[in-house]
């Protein structure tokens, strides 16, 4: 609104500088200098902005990811190695193997290999690949994770190959159903609050810039509308367009300092500031205004995988047994990324590894498809995530031998990982694979739920090792291994005791795994390649089940995708700042409350019937429920979600007036980060669909990083009703000013020129500088404000106008001094040599030609300069030179100390010194110094009508302007002792 005001007085300044040429018939830059001021300030704004947002995308272009491009596709019966995705019609055959990503939305209908695993978590939010089958999902109302026979465009297959028909592309696929969501929410986007407040701010500004306006217009209508009463109706009117002209440009200079004309593009350089604070701390903001709107975030909805985990899966616990079948011992691990640099085994000695520990760690190295890899210094992973963390395993644990130890550790110093032209190979997984050669493999089935590899132990005998469900495994072994490595029977107390750890594990949301072995093969003991006479056995899945019998069981392995370590903190600080945390996730409902136990959204042994909610569960209750769920107090967890249902949660918290920060990094995230008051992506493993969509991105995935940027914007939030109190203020002061000149008829005190000048140049070092402002120090421990607040109250209103009243009253007064009074408080105002008139006169300057006996006497500025006159009357025109010189130098200096005033709402000067913002000493100088280049620059003090000022006359402005700080710590007192009796009272 500021900025459509301004374009309002830039056209009318327009309009009259061309008539006025017109009619002087004089050609002249200095008429229009008001217009473009106002033209190049609205300029400077836009393009602050652009440049940021700009800077902004750029930095976003560097976190992008590559997009499925081409497919090997069969098409009228002809192979096409690479058709460009986005040619692809239903009916199309496409071939996919490990590593494509999915062009399109496809049916399942010839698997190549015995398993088949997607990675859809950035479509469903699940932490572990999605394993695919070829049968027909009978059900019509399932869940997208229930399609599993269905892999859908954007997820990535992770292990197997296939061969899919195509049923959906473009807008009908998933990805495009999700598109239309985030076009749908893209309708309903609202206005931020600061926008909202600028907004409200400025209508009401321009209802009072109006009405001042009118009334100036009208208090002066006598001098330009005449008119003789005659048997009580009007007659002999006389209209002078001339003298209504000049007061319709008194009420324009007016408007024009009434309008703070440097706010906007102070408060988008204030963003900018703040945009690149939060740069720095790894929070890239795509949209300046959302900035200020994190300040007064109330819930934040938040993403599980990728964003309150490290989407990274890790061992967490290893269950094995000890010297006896009764004897289970757990060894905890440390780490929550594939770096084997990261954590340990906890009391581990790897010198003390018994024959039990080194098959949990053979079978975790060889019975293994995955590969760790490290790009730059993050480490990535090929295959499952839950093989690769299987290998780290592997890394933590060593190796038995003590030389090969020695040998590994030798080859790179402080790193368990070899370095090989760039490829790193981990250094005891690669020792175990070495020792014992894979010559076979039984892969993953839906039925036997287990995968199993044939190796030549050294000792040249084949061994069988296996890994899979836990049930599944237990259930064809009959065996256990000993800590010392002797194997005994297992019974049935034993298989209980090890199934009811099993489930104690699993409620804790890991993902756990069975280790076996078996050396027995049979006609496979000699088994050395496809050219052996029982290799047929191998290439049929249905007797892999009777070769994977009479297993020996080893250990437990119980894995996870953990926490990131620094949520918890942040989670407890949300708490303290009032805000609420809400995870939503397409995970499973007793993986997701595991990890919000250990994040300390929920405590030990809380009740969760009416915090933890399915998605479909929470969609199937009530409107009123459903409001009544979310308003409670305390965190949340939905579910197995699915976009709309993210969008509904979103919706619903906007509609009960909530400002929602929604965080996520996959494609279904994409419609509620458009939906929310501000979307937060992941930079790291968010998708590109995610971060378009958002408003913000996390350059480094990190959840607390959302709560400092939260602390930020409430901190620009402060700074910014710092520099806007600063600024209004002082326009008060100007419009009083002006107001006042009007009402007491006496010459103006400043052209509209001067008043760009201050309300642009003058005013805008200091304004900007005070976006600088240290944050309060409990800045983080206080609720958020309502987004409803007002921007400036019934309290700060009254200040203003106490504060503006001086500076207008200030600024006149200076004026009114130097033409009535031949000193103040000692200063000698006449040594100029110019003529006092009385304050009767001043008033009735405009009939100066009727007086008689008049006379001036001509006076010196700047030294050698003299004004002289030929008609007195122009002593108050052109006279008055030096007085508005003083009347702006006065606007000026008194804004520089209420500059001051502006450091804190409430806090004295004494307890928040000036030296704690030192970039404001810095800008106050810069101000002045402009001020003192206009005055001491003849090309400039001519644009300005201005003339230099003598040490007097700086006495004079020091004088009358100080005064404005020991009124502002008057009302400062008063509000600090109105907070106190309102705290009382409340106790």
Not at 655 to 666: R, S
Not at 907 to 928: D, G, H, I, K, Q
Request: aromatic residues 8%; negative net charge.
């Amino acid at each position: 609104m500021l900025v459509k005001i301004l374009l309002v007085a830039a056209f009318i300044s327009f309009v009259l500088a061309y008539f006025e040429q017109n009619e002087t018939k004089e050609s002249g830059f200095e008429a229009y200098v008001e217009p473009v001021v106002i033209i190049l300030i609205l300029i400077l704004n836009a393009f602050v902005g652009v440049w940021q947002e700009t800077n902004a995308e750029k930095a976003l272009k560097a976190l992008t990811q590559m997009q499925c491009e081409y497919c090997k596709t069969m098409r009228d019966g002809y192979l096409v190695p690479d058709l460009p995705a986005r040619d692809l019609v239903p009916g199309d055959i496409v071939e996919l193997r490990v590593g494509d990503k999915v062009p399109a939305d496809m049916r399942v209908a010839v698997l190549k290999t015995s398993t088949l695993r997607v990675e859809q978590c950035s479509l469903t939010g699940e932490s572990v690949p999605v394993l695919k089958q070829t049968q027909p999902v009978l059900v019509k109302d399932c869940d997208l994770q229930a399609k599993d026979n269905m892999v859908f465009g954007g997820t990535t297959i992770v292990n197997g190959r296939c061969i899919c028909i195509v049923v959906n592309t473009g807008m009908e696929s998933e990805i495009g159903e999700i598109q239309k969501q985030i076009h749908e929410a893209s309708l309903e986007e609202s206005d931020t609050p600061l926008k909202k407040k600028l907004d409200e701010f400025g209508n009401n500004l321009t209802r009072v810039i109006g009405f001042v306006c009118l009334a100036v217009w009208v208090i002066n209508y006598k001098y330009f509308l005449k008119w003789e009463t005659v048997n009580g109706l009007p007659t002999n009117i006389q209209f002078s367009f001339e003298k209504c002209t000049f007061y319709f440009k008194t009420a324009v200079a007016l408007a024009v300092a009434a309008i703070p004309e440097g706010l906007p593009a102070v408060i988008t350089t204030c963003l900018a500031l703040g945009t690149r604070k939060m740069a720095q701390k790894n929070a890239i903001m795509r949209k300046l205004a959302s900035v200020e709107t994190l300040g007064c975030t109330t819930v934040i909805c938040s993403d599980k995988t990728g964003t309150l985990t490290t989407n990274q899966m890790s061992v967490t616990e290893v269950l094995t047994f000890g010297g006896k079948t009764t004897a289970l011992r757990m060894f905890h691990v440390d780490g929550t990324t594939y770096d084997p640099k990261d954590g340990g085994i906890v009391d581990w000695d790897c010198f003390n590894m018994d024959a039990n520990l080194q098959a949990v760690t053979e079978i975790c190295a060889v019975c293994n498809d995955a590969g760790v890899y490290c790009d730059g210094r993050v480490f990535k992973v090929t295959g499952l995530p839950t093989e690769a963390a299987l290998k780290v395993l592997v890394e933590k644990m060593g190796v038995p031998d003590i030389k090969a130890r020695k040998k590994i550790r030798g080859l790179q110093i402080m790193a368990n990982y070899l370095i090989d032209n760039n490829n790193v190979k981990l250094g005891c997984c690669e020792w175990w694979t070495k020792r014992s050669k894979r010559v076979g493999t039984l892969e993953l089935d839906r039925v036997r739920k287990s995968m199993s590899v044939i190796v030549r132990e050294p000792s040249g005998h084949n061994r069988l090792l296996v890994k899979g469900a836990v049930e599944s495994v237990l259930d064809r072994s009959s065996h256990l291994q000993l800590a010392d490595g002797s194997v005994v029977p297992i019974d049935e107390p034993c298989r209980q005791l090890l199934l009811s750890r099993h489930v104690e594990m699993s409620s804790k949301g890991l993902r756990c795994l069975g280790l076996a072995y078996k050396d027995d093969l049979g006609e496979l003991s000699d088994y050395s390649g496809e050219n052996h006479p029982s290799h047929k056995k191998l290439t049929d899945p249905t007797c892999y089940g009777s070769i994977e019998t009479d297993l020996v069981f080893v250990a437990v392995v119980g894995l996870r995708d953990p926490p990131r370590e620094e949520v918890k903190f942040a989670i407890e600080e949300c708490h303290g700042a009032g805000i609420e945390v809400m995870v939503i996730t397409g995970d499973y409902k007793s993986t997701a409350e595991a990890i919000c136990m250990e994040i300390g959204l929920f405590h030990e042994g809380e009740d969760l019937r009416s915090k933890s909610f399915t998605s479909k569960e929470f969609m199937g209750l009530s409107g009123s429920q459903q409001r009544d769920i979310l308003s409670k107090p305390g965190g949340k967890v939905f579910s197995r979600a699915e976009p709309r249902h993210k969008q509904e949660i979103v919706r619903m918290l906007k509609e009960m007036g909530e400002v929602v920060a929604m965080t996520g990094d996959g494609v279904n995230d994409a419609p509620a980060l458009k939906l929310a008051d501000i979307g937060i992506a992941m930079g790291i493993t968010g998708t590109e669909a995610a971060k378009e969509a958002s408003d913000m991105v996390l350059a480094n995935d990190n959840f607390s990083t959302i709560v400092a940027a939260v602390g930020e914007g409430r901190s620009i939030y402060n700074n910014m009703k710092a520099f806007i109190r600063y600024m209004i203020s002082s326009n008060v002061g100007e419009v009083i000013s002006i107001f006042l000149t009007a009402v007491l008829g006496i010459p103006d005190c400043m052209i509209p020129v001067q008043l760009l000048w201050v309300n642009l140049v003058t005013d805008g070092p200091p304004a900007t500088a005070l976006g600088f402002n240290p944050a309060d120090v409990d800045i983080m421990k206080k609720p958020p404000r309502k987004s409803s607040d007002p921007l400036i109250n019934s309290w700060v209103l009254f200040r203003y106008l106490v504060i503006g009243s001086y500076v207008g009253i200030a600024t006149v007064g200076v004026f009114v001094i130097w033409y009535t009074q031949p000193s103040f408080m000692g200063i000698d105002l006449i040594q100029d040599g110019h003529t006092l008139v009385s304050l009767s006169q001043l008033r009735d300057w405009r009939n100066c030609s009727n007086w008689h006996d008049f006379t001036v006497t001509p006076f010196s500025v700047s030294g050698n300069r003299v004004i002289s006159f030929s008609n007195p009357c122009d002593y108050f025109t052109t006279g008055k030179v030096k007085a508005m010189t003083l009347s702006l130098s006065v606007l000026v200096a008194i804004e520089m100390f209420n500059s001051l005033n502006a450091l804190s709402e409430d806090n004295s000067l004494l307890t928040m010194p000036p030296w704690r913002n030192p970039y404001l000493l810095v800008a106050m100088v810069v101000s002045f110094s402009l001020h003192c280049l206009i005055l001491y620059v003849p090309f400039l003090a001519d644009v300005f009508g201005i003339v230099p000022l003598g040490l007097n006359e700086w006495l004079l402005v020091i004088l009358v302007s100080s005064p404005v700080i020991l009124i502002d710590e008057v009302l400062k007192t008063v509000a600090r002792s109105r907070k106190r009796s309102m705290k009382v009272k409340i106790a």
